[in-house]
């Protein structure tokens, strides 16, 4: 499945910007954990550097909330 969407072009799950506009994507396929719906077990994932960026903002500055930092395309 990775190979297909690398061939036709992927981009963020989350905000969905191409891998030609931001410097990184990486690919993951969630597993089985507490919180991970039954229907994403085995499909694949992709995060680009933007977004992992983002999330450790958040994470390490809780006070920031979803709606202070936009995800702008």
């Given at each position: 499945m990775i190979a297909k969407m690398k061939a036709g072009g992927f981009s963020c799950s989350f905000c969905g910007r191409?891998?030609?506009?931001?410097a990184?994507?990486?690919?993951?396929?969630?597993?089985?954990?507490?919180?991970?719906p039954k229907?994403?077990?085995g499909k694949s994932a992709f995060i680009c550097n933007e977004c992992v960026e983002r999330?450790?903002?958040m994470v390490t500055?809780?006070?920031l909330s979803r709606d202070s930092a936009?995800?702008?395309?």
């Open positions: 191409s891998k030609g506009e931001v990184n994507i990486v690919s993951g396929t969630p597993q089985r954990a507490p919180g991970v229907q994403m077990i999330y450790r903002q500055r809780p006070e936009p995800i702008t395309k």
